[in-house]
């Protein structure tokens, strides 16, 4: 696996953070290297560090997230404001459209919305990377990509909640 690099831009534990950043990224056997950017305000990022664009913010997003394909790197951020209070739900039809097994999620704290966020994110990455097994897998159910996404995203969260962050050595074969 390429060698994958975590910008964290909160005052949380970057450790753990990254342990959890490293293994989502194991379990889904990324290829190309990725650069993880988690910041709590949304704004544009200069592609080459990270660092955020001064006069870009934008304080009405409270969450977010995106994935894009490039040359050298993946870069994924995902922004998780600290005006949100916990715990929360989250009703996903409200806000995005798509058909989604799932339709309400709770997060009982940040640090599981930022698990959430992660996989989804990566997922997406995935997908690029493996166009084919997601084109049968949509034979199958009617799946969109974010959707797909969602439903990986709830997998690596119901791991976490069983094994409080000890979700790296279960079912590889779930991406196969």
């Known amino acids: 696996m390429a060698k994958n690099e975590l910008i964290n831009h909160i005052r949380v534990d970057t450790e753990w953070m990254q ?33 955020s664009v001064t006069g870009t913010e934008s304080r009405e997003v409270t969450w977010n997230g995106e994935a894009r394909r490039m040359r050298e790197r993946d870069p994924v ?53 493996h166009p084919g097994k997601t084109d049968r897998q949509g034979q199958f159910v009617e799946l969109d990509d974010d959707a797909d996404a969602d439903t990986y995203a709830h997998g690596v969260l119901s791991r976490y909640r069983q094994d409080r962050g000890g979700f790296d050595d279960q079912a590889r074969h779930r991406n196969k």
């Open 19 to 51: 342990q959890a950043f490293f293994k989502i990224c194991r379990d889904l056997q990324l290829r190309k290297r990725v650069r993880f950017i988690f910041h709590d305000t949304w704004s544009d990022v200069i592609e080459e560090t990270g660092e």
């Open 77 to 129: 951020r995902i922004q998780l404001s600290s005006t949100v209070k916990f715990p929360m739900v989250w009703n996903v039809s409200g806000a995005v459209s798509g058909h989604y097994p799932v339709r309400l999620t709770c997060f009982r704290h940040p640090m599981e919305m930022f698990i959430y966020f992660a996989a989804h994110e990566l997922r997406h990455l995935w997908q690029l990377e």
